[in-house]
């Protein structure tokens, strides 16, 4: 196995550790919180400070691999460093919690939600300064694959951990990280001098206008989570029973990682941006169909179809980041992409907060939104790119 590869195998491993991290908090936060004196009122107001910490991390941290990129080692090292702490205080929380005192339980939280954005956009610096122009569409695919893996066993980690001691969970969790991170650490170190630029068919991809790239991203991600997060369950619950969401919940993510590669070919032949576009219009056509559905195997099988529009977009979307700050803002682009999913992601927590999803009023809106989102992201990315090669093809053109 060549040394990059070794570098996105290892980030693949972590990306799906830290997933599994993530969900394991989610199931025990209740709980802990409880144990630390904190009302249970107040527990998704923590996830939502969870996710306004990772949207300035993501970005601010990207921004700083940047500038460490030429110094591999060092930067490896502060990747490493930086995700020991953030398992070590994760680890931390099922010990701590028990003693009552809501300020160190949180003050974990907070140290964990930080440090934990080191793995998310620096290792695309890595990748965008080490792995072949065109290779770096699939090592994008092999980070996503973990998160889609772990999205997968959700479920089953919920059914399976609930009411359980969260001491083991967060252990082995943190233990497993920590692990990967130190596998990930010596193939950063592994790697050779950065690659040559190369004419990658993904290097056309910086003609798309940055702005609305980052537009249709945010977009995107505000349609997967109100698609999945807030209305994939209660339209399974239409057809079928709260026991059958343990197998119904992960075809999502099934299909999700099914087209992880097509996603890849796609890229490689008509660049990013455009599948990009193709994929957000294949989830849209896919939460469409789940809106309407009227049988049980039809709504299995539109979602499945979201999955695969939005693995197929996401990952198309991390190449796009890569190929548009290819010129060493790599971390920039990469970091804004994850901010902005974790900006979906805080939207999607306040709406719940805000009760938006027992309301009747807008219970038609969020079951159609989705579906508008997917579809104006990929409209809004084909037009700015459309826009931006008729520009270069002017001669009128600065």
Request: charged content about 10%; glycine content about 10%; some cysteine.
């Amino acid at each position: 196995m060549s040394s990059h590869r070794g570098l996105v195998a290892a980030s693949a491993a972590s990306q799906f550790l830290l997933a599994v991290g993530w969900t394991v908090y989610v199931i025990y936060l209740p709980s802990l919180a409880a144990q630390a004196g904190i009302d249970k009122r107040w527990v998704p107001w923590i996830l939502l400070m969870d996710q306004a910490i990772f949207a300035a991390m993501d970005w601010a941290l990207g921004t700083a691999a940047d500038r460490m990129a030429s110094a591999t080692a060092r930067l490896g090292n502060a990747i490493a460093l930086a995700t020991l702490v953030s398992c070590g205080a994760f680890l931390a929380m099922p010990f701590v919690a028990p003693q009552g005192s809501p300020a160190l339980f949180l003050a974990l939280t907070v140290v964990w939600s930080a440090t934990s954005s080191a793995l998310r956009a620096p290792p695309f610096v890595l990748f965008g300064r080490h792995v072949p122009g065109p290779a770096q569409p699939a090592a994008a695919a092999w980070f996503l694959f973990g998160i889609g893996a772990a999205g997968a066993i959700g479920p089953y980690l919920t059914s399976a951990l609930k009411g359980g001691d969260p001491r083991w969970p967060f252990a082995l969790a943190a233990v497993s990280l920590a692990l990967a991170t130190m596998v990930l650490a010596r193939a950063i170190r592994a790697n050779p001098a950065p690659v040559a630029e190369a004419n990658a068919p993904a290097a056309r991809l910086a003609e798309g206008p940055v702005v609305a790239f980052l537009l249709a991203v945010l977009l995107a991600g505000l349609a997967f989570q109100i698609h999945f997060a807030l209305n994939a369950a209660p339209t399974f619950l239409r057809f079928a029973k709260p026991a059958d969401l343990e197998a119904l919940m992960p075809v999502f993510w099934i299909g999700f990682n099914v087209m992880l590669a097509p996603g890849v070919l796609a890229t490689k032949r008509v660049g990013g941006i455009a599948a990009f576009a193709l994929g957000s219009a294949l989830g849209g056509v896919g939460a469409v169909v789940a809106a309407s559905a009227g049988t049980l195997p039809v709504l299995v099988a539109a979602q499945f179809v979201a999955g695969a529009g939005w693995g197929i977009a996401i990952a198309s979307a991390a190449a796009a980041a890569l190929a548009i700050g290819r010129t060493g803002r790599e971390g920039f682009v990469s970091g804004a992409l994850w901010s902005l999913l974790a900006v979906a992601a805080f939207t999607r927590i306040a709406l719940v907060i805000a009760q938006v999803p027992q309301d009747g009023t807008w219970k038609p809106v969020l079951a159609w939104l989705p579906a508008t989102l997917w579809l104006a992201a990929g409209l809004l990315v084909a037009g700015a790119a459309t826009a931006s090669r008729r520009g270069a093809r002017d001669p009128r053109t600065p």
